[in-house]
């Protein structure tokens, strides 16, 4: 385990840290450093395949800012959660997406379009597979397979 100080000047810091490593890609460690407001502040952490996972020492009290602006957004949040349960959208407004989506003409017509030549395409490839499967059983001797000129005069003088 190695410890070592580093002074931060940008900050007027200095930062203590300790880390070791099991030699499978699992790193484990601590840092500790003084913050703005001249506490101490101390995070340990496991760095392993799944990703960098701190756990601080003590988490920072909100400012009254934050905690307001945390109750504001919670108080938006259910408002709009109940409106939404009850089916409407914020405001009373009707919202264009709850009905879904709906197409235009030029959707429309690339939907029919592309359907109509998908069914094409589908009956054309039927009509070949019919052919075939016809040609295959009116000779029965062409079985698919090559099986060299001696074999295939021997087939088709005795088929």
Not at 118 to 126: F, K, Q, S
Request: glycine share 6%.
């Amino acid at each position: 385990m190695s410890s070592a100080i580093k002074p931060d000047v940008r900050l007027a810091t200095s930062i203590v840290n300790t880390e070791v490593s099991d030699g499978s890609g699992v790193v484990r460690g601590a840092f500790s450093y003084v913050d703005p407001k001249n506490q101490l502040r101390t995070v340990q952490y496991v760095a392993d395949e799944h990703g960098f996972h701190p756990q601080l020492s003590h988490e920072q009290e909100d400012t009254e800012a934050v905690k307001a602006a945390k109750r504001k957004h919670l108080a938006l949040y259910n408002r709009i959660a109940q409106e939404h349960a009850a089916g409407g959208a914020p405001g009373g407004l009707q919202s264009a997406y709850a009905a879904g989506p709906r197409n235009t003409e030029a959707v429309a017509y690339a939907t029919h379009k592309h359907l109509s030549e998908y069914e094409r395409i589908a009956a054309e490839h039927a009509r070949m597979r019919a052919e075939l499967e016809a040609q295959r059983l009116n000779n029965p001797q062409e079985d698919g397979q090559y099986h060299g000129e001696e074999e295939q005069q021997y087939l088709q003088q005795h088929y």
